[in-house]
């Protein structure tokens, strides 16, 4: 009799990080090193200094916007005083060979726990997150609210994934909402499954609905608002072609998952995901809903206070310059509140805070790892060659075509820098002057770069999706099976608004 062969599965997410990783060390023993002269405002002592590439020198200048001319710096003043332009800006023009600095195998190994030093605001903020479902889970308040939800919305269960999707777009392109989703998966994934979906469904209402809000960012001030103020022109520019892709893409990606979904609820046989069906289920406590707990007036304000805690979140940050520490902070707090509330005693608030903080070490490790990438490119030194060698490219080229490859550029950049903050301040400078030599508008060039910046982010392993998918144990290999057609419409869609803008703008 044959010996069966064994089926190979797909790598975990740590093995895909780690050879995007790999692949980066690799490069910088390839691709020449050069960089870019910096440009930033010392808040310290009230001036710009500029860096050079060739020997990291550093010369001082009046914060005026004489010296913001001199340097063809076309950004207000006033973006670079009160802090909306807050990191080192390329200078366009000064690309520099610089001397080589290829990444050995001690430098591919600890890039790693350099990624773990970078994110450790994100790592914490998990944490605290963690801590705060296992109190709840504890008490068993998630499966009690989860079988009310249920039966509230038996028969319309596609409304959950119209007003996750929506809400989150929302989130994605008012101020940028992407890392402050991990914190939805463990309360949105039991619902979705409960209402007869699948797990990918669940990230794919969170994680794309994300990502469409940020595919077409209309006022999120770490891409278009800093992208547009790099290339020296409005943010309100270009901002009804952002508004029209935006009601186009939500609707895009709702029934592209509507009609997944329906497939799915009636035959599961059809998920994406159905050989780890009975193991999710099992994680998330919503294969049987039949032995729930009691609703009870605790449970409720616990929740209650638990969802207010992602209210004040998307405020603080939207509008009070929050960040990961602050937004931990509310956990931390969140946490021991319900606790205290829910009758849950101190011994058991911290056991089930450790426990809750410890399901998530793995989501926790990968984003450290992922932000390895652009940490080892920029100690190779070749950032700056790859931005000089696409912009070097692209330049020139008839107004369309030069467009559309300046959203593939931007994908490319996306994929290695997916940071919208630190790619706009990397590349925009760069790229907005070639929109003049072509003669179109420098607005077009920051709707590529957000466009660009968005397709990547669905799928790259630098990004978010590779801690999401960890946390709701779906392999990587699958969630690119179901978003690739999906990123055919949306390359198209943004590929039309492009033209639209500059022969219609």
Known sequence: MAKEKKKRGFPSAFTICFIVVLIAAILSWIIPAGNYDTFAYDEDAGQFVVTSAADG?????????????????????????????YKPMAISGTYT??????????????????????????????FMIGGCIGILNYMGAF????????????????????????LISLGGTTFG???ETIAFYPVLIPIFIAAGYDAITGVAAIYAGSSIGCMFSTVNPFSVVLGSYAAGVSFTN??????????????????????YARRVKADPAKSLSFESREFIEKRFAAADLTNIPEFTVRMKICLVIFLLSFVIMIWGVSSQGWWFGEMAELFLVSGILIGIIGGVGEKAIVREFVN???????????CGVAR?????????????TILYGLSSAVAGMPPAIFIILMMLVFVILGFFVNSSSGLALMSIPIMAPLADVVGIPREVVVSAYIYGLGIITFITPTGMILPSLELVDVTYDKWLKFIFPLLGILTVLGIVLLLGQIYLG
Do not use: W
Request: hydrophobic fraction near 50%; include cysteine.
């Open 57 to 85: 020198s550093q010369e001082y200048y009046e914060a005026t916007q004489e010296t913001l001319d001199k340097f063809g710096i076309t950004a207000h003043l006033d973006s670079f005083l009160d802090g909306t332009i």
């Open 97 to 126: 060979e610089v001397e080589a600095s290829p990444q050995g195998l001690q430098d591919f190994l600890y890039s790693a726990i350099d990624g773990m030093y970078d994110a450790v605001d994100i790592i914490v903020f998990i």
């Open 143 to 166: 499966n009690a609210g989860i079988g009310a939800l249920s039966k509230a919305c038996k028969g319309r269960e596609q409304i959950i994934i119209f007003v996750v999707t929506f």
């Open 177 to 179: 909402m992407c890392e």
């Open 238 to 259: 270009g901002i009804v072609f952002r508004l029209v892709g935006l009601v186009l893409g939500i609707i895009i990606v709702v029934v592209y998952i509507l009609k």
């Open 356 to 366: 809750g903080a410890s399901e998530l070490i793995g989501v926790a490790l990968i």
């Open 372 to 384: 390895a990438v652009s940490l080892l490119l920029d100690a190779g030194n070749i950032s700056g």
